[in-house]
Each structure stands twice: as C-alpha cells, then as structure tokens.
C-alpha cells in the first residue's frame, strides 16, 4: 500500500512583515483623543504672613450642582450669561479708582479689578465637561477685558500678544518688547479665580 503524503507546511517566513506592516498602518492612521484641560499657575506652597480680609462685595461667586445648573449670586444663571455677568463685576469699579473701566458703579458690588475674585465651586458629581466649560466662561471675561485695553494700548488683542510672548520660537527682541506689554495688561485685570472646597452633597 502506497504510504500517504502529509499535509504541505504553509511558509511563514513573511507573516513577521505582514504583522510588521499592519502595525505602522495602525500606528499611523489611529487618532489618539486628548482630554481638554486648564492652564493653571498653581500659588506658592508657604502661606501668607498676614491674613487678607476681603469684602464679600468683591467676590463672585459661581456654584455649579451636579446637574450642571449654575448659582451665581445665589441666583440661578443660564452659562451663556455667565461671562457677561463676570465682566460686569470684574470692570464695576465701586471705589472709582479704576480709570478705564468701564462698570456701573454699583456700591454693592467689587471695589476695582485688583480686588475682584472670582470663586468657584462644584459638586462632586458635576461632570468635567461642564466644569470646564464655566472655566472657560470665566477665563473669558479676562480675556474680553484684556482684549479690550491690550486694543487701546497696543492695538492688537492680549491673546495673541500672549501666545507669542509665551512661544518659545519668538525671537528674544521681540519676546523683551512684548514682556512689559503683556504685564501691564495682567495688571490691569489680574486674574484671581479662586477654586473653593469641592460639596460633597
């Protein structure tokens, strides 16, 4: 009886290249999500040697519950009026001593722009999109008001003057000139967001 022939080996000599090239198809063509997230200057680890006493006039407060509502004043706010809301009382100018603000006047609200803080506070279980957003909303009431005299002095916009201050590729001449700029305009509408004590109920 005639002996039977085995099954032919299938040559796998080239299934490594095969693997090889799937894994830089992959490598190249998936896009990888970035979470958003803030830019923040954390303060100084030693405490301050004397305490600060600050009016609540010149603090805003801004409280969003877990369902993403928010309480302003202690008053319920739609986020699109928020950063309106937020430049109002950043610009009030209660004290006079602000001369190109531009507020109301309101004795009951913040004395001038370096005394104005804004202070925020979540619940737990408020989801971060949200939370980043009203971040957003209150980091550009800044920027509109810095906008705003960065376009009277200089006739550009503060953001941009930032960016290319704080880009690394900018020249050296160019990043001393815009130093002084950039920080006279801070000066003018320092940002004091200031993050309370996360609620837990």
């Known amino acids: 009886m005639p002996r039977r022939k085995g099954a032919p080996e299938v040559n796998a000599g080239s299934m490594a290249d095969i693997a090889f090239l799937l894994l830089i198809f992959f490598l190249v063509t998936t896009t990888i999500e970035t979470d958003a997230g803030l830019d923040r200057m954390l303060p100084p680890i030693e405490p ?5 006493i600050i009016k609540q006039k010149n603090i805003f407060t801004v409280n969003i519950n877990r369902n993403g509502q928010l309480l302003v004043e202690d008053n319920l706010m739609d986020l699109k009026n928020l950063r309106e809301a937020a430049v109002s009382f950043l610009e009030n100018n209660a004290d006079g001593t602000c001369t190109y603000c531009k507020g109301k006047k309101d004795p009951a609200s913040s004395d001038n722009p370096t005394k104005a803080i804004i202070s925020l506070k979540n619940d737990r ?3 971060y999109s949200t ?7 209150l980091v550009g009431a800044y920027n509109d008001l810095r ?3 960065a376009q009277r002095l200089y006739g550009r916009d503060f953001t941009k003057m930032e960016a290319e ?6 020249p050296s001449s160019v990043r001393d000139d815009l130093k002084d ?9 320092p940002q004091k967001l200031s993050e309370a004590e996360t609620s837990t109920n």
């Open 131 to 137: 939370y980043i957003t009203v971040q957003n909303e």
């Open 181 to 189: 700029k950039v920080k006279r305009v801070q000066d003018m509408f």
């Open 125 to 127: 279980e408020t989801k």
């Open 165 to 170: 201050y704080l880009n690394p590729e900018t």
């Open 48 to 52: 301050p040697e004397e305490d600060v």
């Open 147 to 149: 906008n705003r005299e």
